[in-house]
C-alpha cells in the first residue's frame, strides 16, 4: 500500500484535556522540534490523538516529542489552578504506533484550523458579553424609573 509513514500516540489526562490547550501546545511543540506534518485531534474529553509524518528511525524524536509535549502541558495546568486536572494523576502518552496513513496535513495547515477555532469559541465569548452589557443596561433603565 502506498501512503506516507506516519507515527500515532495518545496524550491522556484522566480527568480532562477540554480547555486546556493541549492541541495548541501539541501544534505548536511538533513545530518547534521541526516536524512539518502533523495534526493533534480530540477524541473524547480525555484524549488527544497526535498523527505526525515520520518513520521507525525517527522513535527517539517522536519519544523527545512526547516529553516535551507533556512537560508544556505541566506547565499549562499549573497556571490553570482552577481547571479540574490541577492535582490529579499527571498526563501521560500512549506507546508510539507506526503506520502508513493515506495522507497527514500540513502543520502550518492544522495550525490555521485551531486558531480559527478557537477564534470562533471567542467570538462567541464576547457575544455573550455583549447580551450581558444589554441586560446591565436595561437593569439600570428599570432601576432609574422607580
Avoid at 484522566?14 to 513545530?31: E, N, P, Y
Wanted: charged content about 35%; hydrophobic content about 40%.
Amino acid at each position: 500500500m502506498k501512503g506516507i509513514q506516519a507515527a500515532r500516540f495518545f496524550i491522556e489526562n484522566k480527568h480532562d484535556v477540554q480547555k486546556v490547550g493541549l492541541r495548541t501546545i501539541a501544534i505548536s511543540t511538533m513545530m518547534d522540534l521541526n516536524f512539518k506534518k502533523g495534526t493533534a485531534t480530540n477524541i473524547k474529553d480525555t484524549k488527544v490523538e497526535i498523527l505526525i509524518q515520520a518513520n521507525k528511525d525517527e522513535k527517539k524524536r517522536i519519544e523527545e516529542l512526547q516529553k516535551e509535549i507533556i512537560k508544556r502541558l505541566e506547565i499549562r495546568l499549573k497556571k490553570l489552578k482552577s481547571h479540574r486536572s490541577v492535582g490529579k494523576k499527571n498526563p501521560n502518552c500512549s506507546p508510539i504506533v507506526f503506520e502508513v496513513v493515506q495522507d497527514i496535513p500540513d502543520l502550518m495547515w492544522s495550525s490555521q484550523s485551531l486558531q480559527l477555532d478557537q477564534t470562533g469559541e471567542g467570538v462567541i465569548y464576547l457575544r455573550k458579553l455583549d447580551k450581558l452589557d444589554e441586560i446591565a443596561e436595561t437593569l439600570a433603565k428599570i432601576l432609574k424609573k422607580k
